[in-house]
Nanobody, 126 residues
Framework: QVQLVESGGGLVQAGGSLRVSCAAS????????MGWFRQAPGKEREFVAG????????YYTDSVKGRFTISRDNAKNTMYLEMNSLKPEDTAVYYC???????????????????WGQGTQVTVSS
């Protein structure tokens, strides 16, 4: 199995930028489809962005399109989420997730991912 650890969260003002990272260990990172999810207090966990095993395919939820960029570096076993033009409604705990698959498909349902990190808090002040 793969172990995931997020980092890079913090407090930022609205309009600012932040990059969160997800470091993987344990198994071959390139064998996994990766995703970012977030959960705000009192809300369900929601899909943010996903990336295929080789980075060739990405997908974003509508609310972050044009502002967030997902990427991965398989040589470093790390995935990233670059977040720009942040809004207070982006405030949440951000989780990275992994699914063992080489299919050119992005899963948006959290139940499709078997492995999860512990989460990193992102707070955007107005």
């Amino acid at each position: 199995q793969v172990q995931l650890v997020e980092s890079g969260g913090g407090l930022v003002q609205a309009g600012g930028s932040l990059r969160v990272s997800c470091a993987a260990s344990g198994r071959t990172f390139s064998n996994y489809i990766m995703g970012w999810f977030r959960q705000a207090p009192g809300k369900e966990r929601e899909f943010v962005a996903g990336i295929s095993w080789n980075g060739g395919k990405t997908y974003y939820t509508d609310s972050v399109k044009g502002r967030f960029t997902i990427s991965r570096d398989n040589a470093k076993n790390t995935m990233y989420l670059e977040m720009n033009s942040l809004k207070p409604e982006d405030t949440a705990v951000y989780y990275c997730a992994a699914r063992y698959s080489a299919a050119p498909y992005i899963y948006t349902d959290y139940s499709a991912y078997a492995y999860w990190g512990q989460g990193t808090q992102v707070t955007v002040s107005s």
